[in-house]
């Protein structure tokens, strides 16, 4: 059996035939340019000045490309996954699931957080946000630990439950994987590995820090079991309901919680470049659109098919981000080095996968 590189039956996705690779990304220019501008009629609205609107627009643009930057292990799991789903689920991932993820996660999400945070109201945190953008950004930058416990945990057993798999026949950095699929047997391994990682970490901070730090890791935990659990359950439902059916609200709920840890250390890490709720909003919403238009590229093109080992890439990414979220409960970490280190390990899966098609070519048709 081979571990996800399966291209979907009919061409591409929901049966639709391969379309040129830009076409793939028309919405993705529309919502830039829609962004873009909005980000200079807000800065002159903020500013007056043609140099302040310049720079607000500079920090949309550098936003975006923080968020596309970050999110590349994101589209590929997320097409890892999406390829498996019914088309009815994978239509409502890419409607439903995008505005989810632009408005939920880049807007709704801050605010969230403020309003537990501050034990305010939604229109004060928003009225917050835009009078005392100050204050917001402090509110958010303390609420970065118990975040990045719960989405380093998350990551990290999604990232391990790859690795974890008997059945995975593809092995990219062969003596670990071997190594680890060997060991996918006794129950519990990825969930043990976590929560030692997690006591490593929460040891080097003192007792109120590592106290958040421990509870926040633990609540990542239980969401990934609870997301797999209830996954797992609803689609079985749906099988018993149609034949045959797979993939359908488990896989579309657990999609959802896994764009949101992907978001979490985009959004935080947004704030320190700006303070401006809704210049976050427009920066990081033009990225998502890209995750979702690769997202679909990479489904219908089969390239998950046509590179063996560029899952692996992003899997081996997702781990890296995980750790790199623990560590940022003790020092900073700028995410231009979460970005870069992510893509550079794509990068290498990538041509790993070309190296071993040029060798194989009977195998790659």
Avoid at 75 to 92: D, F, G, H, S, Y
Avoid at 335 to 352: D, N, P
Wanted: glycine residues 10%; contains cysteine.
């Amino acid at each position: 059996m081979s571990h996800g590189n399966e291209p979907l039956m009919g061409g591409g996705l929901n049966g639709q035939p391969v379309r040129p690779t830009l076409k793939y990304f028309t919405w993705a220019f529309i919502v830039t340019a829609i962004g873009l501008a909005l980000g200079v009629v807000l800065g002159w609205q903020m500013t007056g000045t043609i140099g302040g609107t310049l720079s607000i627009f500079f920090i949309c643009a550098v936003l975006a490309v923080l968020e596309i930057s970050l999110s590349f292990d994101n589209a590929i799991v997320n097409a890892n996954k999406l390829k498996e789903m019914t088309p009815v689920w994978q239509r409502r991932f890419l409607t439903w699931g995008i505005l989810i993820a632009v408005f939920g996660m880049r807007i709704v999400f801050p605010l969230l957080i403020v309003v537990i945070a501050a034990n305010i109201g939604p229109w004060q945190a928003i009225v917050l946000a835009a009078a005392r953008p100050e204050e917001y950004s402090r509110i958010m930058h303390d609420a970065h630990l118990p975040i990045a416990a719960f989405g380093g945990t998350f990551l990290m057993m999604v990232g391990l439950s790859f690795f974890f798999d008997h059945e995975k026949d593809v092995h990219w950095v062969r003596w670990l994987e071997r190594r680890m699929q060997r060991y996918a047997t006794i129950r519990g391994i990825e969930v043990a590995i976590v929560l030692v990682t997690v006591l490593i970490f929460s040891s080097f901070l003192d007792t109120y820090d590592s106290e958040v730090f421990f509870g926040a890791a633990i609540w990542g935990l239980l969401t990934f079991l609870l997301v797999e659990v209830v996954g797992g359950l609803l689609d079985s439902s749906q099988e018993m309901l149609h034949a045959g059916a797979k993939g359908g609200l488990g896989a579309f709920l657990y999609l959802e919680v896994l764009d949101a840890s992907f978001s979490f250390d985009g959004v935080i890490g947004a704030f320190a470049l700006t303070q401006n709720l809704f210049i976050i909003a427009i920066g990081l919403g033009i990225g998502a659109m890209y995750v979702r238009s690769m997202t679909i590229m990479l489904v219908e093109k089969g390239t998950l098919a046509q590179y063996r080992y560029l899952e692996h890439g992003a899997f081996y990414a997702i781990i890296a981000l995980s750790v790199i979220m623990f560590c940022q409960s003790l020092v900073h970490i700028p995410e231009v080095i979460t970005g870069l280190g992510g893509a550079a390990l794509i990068g290498v899966s990538l041509w790993s996968s070309i190296r071993w098609n040029r060798h194989n070519p009977a195998a790659e048709g």
